[in-house]
């Protein structure tokens, strides 16, 4: 299929080459991607977008991701959109890449939060030692899956991004959301800005000592809050590795991790955010970063 890379292709080409292979005769028009979210933002998909597919094979999956590229603006961040049913993290995420550059990587499972019963954002590890305490994948390792989408991630900005979608509230108010920048547990340590924002939008970051032990996570806090944006710290330990996306990035020192965590529906706050992100990241002190 045109446009479509193969693992082979994918193993073979590596990070540089993957880009490559996006450009050019190997772009999708939105109207070739049978994807209600591409049709949905079909309009802003135009000049200067590319669209192309890469597909896998690893331990009885076969997966599927779609990689949109501004293709005027390479070096913007790489926004990875883990989970298929989280339309306002997509929309924003488009918004983002036309915005800022870079480029979105998407996996596709057919509009659900799982493909074939396995969490996007639980399939991160590449060894058998490295995803014993991981509960939530279901075939360990997954070094082919981790892999291909690491390369295919921009490191020029020196973070790694993610948007992710909630339900309303947490379980521990009433709601039947699982994160909240109102809720402590073992792990996360949620901090509400001034204000009257909504417990569910909030920027993630992690790290792996604890917040009152981690100078640079506090002071992005601090910046953030100054924003009137809320904030959650997850504290990353290697006993605890549950191979999300932020415990990978994390554990394996491969740059400052964000996520902008958003209610359902909550788009216009997700792209304020997003843009509140930028502007930190460019005037941000290298020698800060969270670790």
């Not at 799982?114 to 996007?120: H, L, S, T, W, Y």
């Not at 995803?131 to 082919?144: F, G, L, N, S, Y």
């Not at 379980?171 to 996360?188: E, P």
Request: with cysteine; hydrophobic share 35%; glycine share 12%.
């Amino acid at each position: 299929m045109k446009g479509l890379i193969g693992l082979s292709a994918a193993l073979f080409f590596g990070a540089a080459g993957m880009a490559g292979a996006q450009g050019g005769e190997r772009c999708l028009n939105p109207a070739q991607v049978r994807d209600a979210d591409v049709q949905r933002n079909a309009a802003v998909l135009g000049a200067g977008i590319c669209i192309s597919q890469i597909a896998i094979e690893e331990d009885g999956l076969s997966w599927r991701f779609t990689v949109i590229e501004n293709t005027r603006h390479r070096r913007g961040p790489t926004i990875f959109l883990l989970h298929d049913n989280e339309q306002s993290a997509f929309d924003t995420a488009v918004y983002g890449i036309r915005r800022y550059g870079g480029k979105i990587v998407a996996v596709e499972a057919g509009d659900g939060r799982e493909f074939r019963g396995q969490d996007p954002n639980r399939n991160f590890g590449t060894s058998k030692a490295g995803t014993v305490t991981c509960r939530e994948m279901r075939r360990k390792p997954a070094p082919i899956f981790t892999r291909v989408l690491m390369d295919l991630r921009n490191t020029r900005p020196g973070f790694v991004l993610t948007l992710h979608n909630n339900a309303n509230g947490h379980s521990g108010n009433g709601g039947s959301g699982g994160i909240s920048a109102a809720r402590q547990s073992a792990a996360m340590t949620g901090r509400m800005a001034p204000g009257d924002g909504d417990e569910d939008d909030a920027i993630l970051l992690a790290g792996t000592r604890p917040l009152d032990r981690n100078a640079g996570a506090q002071d992005v806090i601090a910046r953030l809050h100054r924003a009137k944006v809320n904030a959650i710290y997850e504290h990353v330990r290697p006993d605890r590795n549950d191979c999300s996306l932020s415990n990978y990035v994390v554990l394996n020192n491969l740059g400052t991790y964000y996520n902008i965590e958003a209610q359902h529906g909550h788009t216009a706050q997700q792209k304020r955010m997003l843009d509140i992100l930028m502007q930190m990241e460019r005037v941000k002190v290298r020698d800060k970063a969270v670790r």
